[in-house]
């Protein structure tokens, strides 16, 4: 099995800055994609940033391009978000995830394994 745990998260005012990790154990993750998603009360969960099995490529589909990014030391079987400029709106639940694939992209389509999340709260 595979266990995702998640850190780093907090409260933070509004122009601040927070960087979440991510370590992953139990069987390797070998080929896998990963991401962050983050989820609010009464949406769904959209996908924040990803990031290919070798750090070569990374994909971010919403509106944190230029201020979160998502990297991975396959050494020590992390990943890392670090958010800079957050705002309120970025208040949610922020979830680690993996997907055996080979763009991060594919994260889109489908999770294989789930964090529990960790809260990152805004004040504005």
């Known amino acids: ?20 990790s991510c ?17 609010t009360p009464g949406k769904e969960r ?30 020590k079987n992390t990943v890392h978000l670090q958010m800079n400029s957050l705002n309120p709106e970025d208040t949610a639940v922020y979830y680690c995830a993996a997907r055996r694939a080979v763009q ?5 389509s489908g999770v294989d394994y789930w964090g529990k999340g960790t809260l990152v709260t805004v004040s504005s």
């Not at 750090?55 to 944190?64: A, D, I, L």
């Open 104 to 108: 991060a992209f594919d994260l889109e």
């Open 46 to 75: 959209e996908l924040v940033a990803a990031i290919n099995w070798i750090g070569s490529s990374t994909h971010y589909p919403g509106t944190v391009k230029g201020r979160f990014t998502i990297s991975r030391d396959n050494t």
């Open 23 to 39: 370590v992953h154990s139990g069987r390797p993750l070998s080929n896998y994609a990963m991401g962050w998603f983050r989820q």
């Open 1 to 20: 099995q595979v266990q995702l745990v998640e850190s780093g998260g907090g409260l933070v005012q509004a122009g601040g800055s927070l960087r979440l």
